[in-house]
């Protein structure tokens, strides 16, 4: 649900270059302002052309929000009807759930092609031009301005707001070079427009707004209400046709900052996000958003959505900060990237991972969580705990009704099965104890669907782990190894 800041998210583009419909289309021909008129095209609002947009999607029936899990039936219909509604847009909640996604995917609900005038700062449509130097060309050009085609991805902005971010980056400043060419400062065309006015008929998006400084967020109180900007001695009365959407984290407004109460108000819609409420959601994100090295079969990726959800749900984790799905994402990039080593150490031909690398993701994420003050030095305890519990749960939900006693009973017999980080599936399948002529193995694989050494033997580990946990078998771990016995 959530991704870096500057960049789409793997998953995203690979999905984007697979599907031929998300590819751009040709840019429209007109290049001239008279040839624009000429071809019927009309000027419509940026909130207008979010709306027509988002209703003949839903009147379609197309998603307008791809990758997005777990929010249709709460943050989605909230979003929706506030871009109805024509209103900026704040969105709070804890890290990792997918706000800035959310804000990205924005972008879809504008025309793909949008006309400007040719070489404009402001990226001004060519039936109104808005600042002093576009307003001029109109005036001596008339019908031969030339105009050119933006794509909707340039008019989305999007800033991460941080403590030493000032006016002049937002709103923007005089310009000394300018100055130096021989304007006089009272002259509007001295000056430099920071990012807010250079999103003109765009979007512009400020994650955690709440670092930004009091006197910086003051500056965008008439950007947000009467739509001109203040720069210095300047009060130039530019109509802005800007969509402005944030991001912050409610635990902002008494920690590290605050959303002034003026800059809030102008804010029309206030959205609350939340973590995916469904297992199957948390299991989608992180199939989603992880880049994944080697194969990392369902239960596992299911294990690591229980643990994340138990460790949200946990009074020994400081839910203020959160869990981030980053938490269960970068777990599933680490127990593939423990299966891609062991496979070309040991010569496998199919890294798959398997339930003994779950444990080399606890040893890398625990500094992604913030435990209760009252746990210190208990933290790899709990997190051992909380694992456990979701492999029990994942064992529970797929082997339930299977009979696994003949397993149990070769071990109490003395059969040993030794598994471990640097032991292949085959080695693990290999060393199993024969179980005479049932098919007990084949039932556990056919529950997982596994059909590869690799798997078959992920399936078998987590068969052995369900026993131990159920406090039937014991284990044994040590030196890179683990022996059921």
């Known amino acids: 649900m959530t991704t870096s800041p500057q960049s789409p998210t793997p998953s995203a583009t690979q999905s984007q270059a697979e599907d031929p419909a998300s590819r751009p289309t040709p840019r429209p021909t007109p290049r001239t302002v008279g040839q624009l008129r000429e071809s019927g095209h009309r000027l419509t609002s940026l909130r207008e052309e979010l709306r027509a947009n988002l209703v003949a999607a839903l009147r379609e029936g197309r998603d307008p929000w791809p990758g997005l899990h777990g929010f249709e ?166 109509p802005l046709d800007t969509l402005v959407v944030a991001s912050a984290n409610p635990e902002d407004y008494t920690n590290r900052g605050r959303i002034i109460t003026p800059l809030k108000d102008r804010f029309g819609a206030e959205i609350r996000t939340h973590y995916p409420i ?95 003050t009252g746990e210190e030095g208990r933290e790899e305890q709990i997190l051992e705990h909380l694992l456990r519990r979701a492999t029990a749960e994942t064992v529970r939900a797929h ?14 017999d003395g059969a040993l099965v030794v598994t471990g980080a640097q032991v292949t599936g085959r080695d693990v399948l290999a060393g199993l104890p024969v179980l005479g002529e049932s098919d007990l193995y084949d039932q556990v694989c056919e529950r997982l669907g596994a059909t590869d050494d690799g798997s078959r033997a992920g399936a078998v580990e987590l068969a052995l782990e369900g026993l131990f946990l159920a406090q039937r078998i014991s284990k044994d771990s040590g030196d890179g190894e683990t022996v059921y016995g």
């Open 73 to 238: 039936s709460t943050v989605i219909p909230q979003l929706e009807r506030a871009i109805l509604a024509g209103h900026d847009v704040v969105l709070l909640g804890e890290r990792g759930q997918g706000k800035t996604r959310l804000l990205r995917t924005l972008v879809g609900l504008l025309d793909e092609w949008s006309p400007v005038i040719a070489g404009s700062e402001l990226g001004e449509h060519p039936f109104d031009p808005i600042t002093h130097a576009s307003k001029r060309r109109a005036a001596e050009e008339g019908d031969d301005l030339a105009v050119e085609w933006r794509h909707r991805d340039e008019r989305y902005a999007e800033k991460l707001a941080t403590p030493d971010t000032s006016v002049a980056d937002l709103i923007g400043d005089v310009d000394p070079m300018k100055v130096a060419e021989g304007r006089s400062l009272g002259d509007p065309e001295t000056i430099h427009f920071g990012l807010i006015p250079r999103s003109h008929r765009g979007i512009v998006a400020i994650n955690e707004l709440p670092d930004l400084a009091e006197r910086i967020q003051v500056a965008m109180l008439n950007v947000m209400e009467e739509r001109d900007i203040q720069i210095r001695g300047y009060v130039l009365r530019l």
């Open 278 to 372: 469904a297992l199957e959601d948390e299991v989608a994100v992180i199939r989603q958003e992880a880049d994944l090295v080697a194969a990392v079969p369902d239960h596992l990726v299911e294990i690591l959505a229980r643990f994340t959800r138990a460790l949200r749900e946990s009074s020994s984790v400081d839910q203020r900060s959160g869990v981030s799905a980053r938490f269960s994402i970068a777990g599933a990039e680490t127990i593939a990237a423990a299966a891609l080593h062991r496979a070309v150490s040991q010569g496998e031909d199919q890294p798959v991972a398997r339930v003994v690398d779950l444990e080399t993701a606890v040893e890398v994420l625990g500094g992604k969580i913030e435990f209760e």
């Open 399 to 412: 082997f339930a009704g299977l009979d696994l006693g003949l397993l149990v009973q070769a071990i109490e």
